[in-house]
């Protein structure tokens, strides 16, 4: 028989090949978002599941058959108990995209002065090793979170930040949280991730900010009291020991209006889980 190049490069092939790459990016993005979280071992349950379903209808198991059958019948709602904070994640991810979002010109104006009150607080904490944790409200509303804290809607400065979080006052323990450019309140209370992917080293501070990063889409900032370095948290990724010039570049990033065109290139930097050989670096000026 005579082949036939005609007969591969049809539309109804074309079709079915990319229905087959649309399945495997989506099964790669959920298995992406799951990596290191709970729900992979819960996964692997339904995997033995499914192998034991097939095993007993390949020895005539009736009851092992019927009793998988079940719980297979009854795993579309399981899953979705069991898998509500990532399925919650996935839809959040959905919603923030460009179709959906919307940017508001009158919070651009002051984007500048945040980073530059963030940076003045970094900056100082992290040469005199005080730990801080920051975050920063994005689309994802973090009203729960908030009600956890003190009340404090004030302008964001350096100064203020930096003094919350000097050891032994009564704010310094907790996350201060920052909506619409302004400290909304201090020492709120973030989830705490249970990720096996955070290095042992990391406290408590770090895991909170992965926590938060986990189920919103805030940005986290880390100060370590340790070691002194900067750590941000976004959508489940971790950026540790950056320096002053790699955070300044994400936040300008992030936070810069929508017309800055940088904005788009630089977020690619940034898609690692971990930036590997980091070191802090000093500024020159020594903000006392």
């Known amino acids: ?16 090949l990319v229905d087959i790459l649309v399945v495997w990016y989506v099964l790669y993005k959920v298995l992406s978002m799951i990596r290191g979280t709970k729900a992979v071992q819960l996964l692997k349950g339904i995997v033995i599941i499914f192998l034991i379903k097939l095993i ?13 059958d079940q719980l297979i019948n009854w795993g579309i ?10 399925i919650r994640r996935g839809l959040e991810h959905l919603g923030r995209m460009p179709l959906f979002s919307t940017a508001s010109n009158e919070e651009g104006k002051t984007k500048n002065h945040l980073i530059e009150s963030l940076d003045q607080a970094i900056q100082y904490m992290s040469k005199r090793r005080i730990g ?11 009203e729960e979170y908030v009600e ?5 809607d004030a302008e964001v400065t350096g100064a203020l930040l930096i003094n919350t ?5 009564p704010l310094h323990d907790g996350a201060v949280i920052i909506r619409k450019n302004r400290i909304s309140v201090a020492a709120a209370y973030l989830p705490l991730s249970e990720s096996n992917t955070i290095p042992k080293e990391l406290g408590t501070r770090h895991r909170a900010a992965v926590g938060i990063s986990e189920v919103t889409d805030a940005i986290t900032i880390v100060v370590s009291e340790e070691t002194g370095g900067v750590m941000i948290t976004r959508n489940g990724h971790m950026m540790l020991d950056l320096s002053r010039e790699d955070y300044l570049k994400y936040l300008k990033a992030q ?21 590997n050989g980091g070191k802090q670096n000093n500024d020159e000026e020594d903000n006392k």
């Open 1 to 16: 028989m005579n082949f036939i190049p005609s007969n591969i490069f049809t539309w109804q092939n074309l079709a079915n």
């Open 132 to 142: 801080a944790l920051i975050t920063l409200e994005m689309n994802t509303g973090l």
């Open 148 to 152: 956890t804290g003190i009340n404090l």
């Open 165 to 169: 979080f000097i050891p032994n006052t």
């Open 56 to 68: 007993s209808w390949a020895l005539n198991l009736h009851t092992v058959s019927f009793l998988m």
């Open 77 to 86: 709602v399981v899953i979705v108990i069991i898998f509500q904070p990532e």
């Open 255 to 275: 936070l810069a209006d929508s017309d800055d065109e940088s904005s788009h290139s630089i977020l690619s930097l940034f898609s690692i889980r971990r930036k």
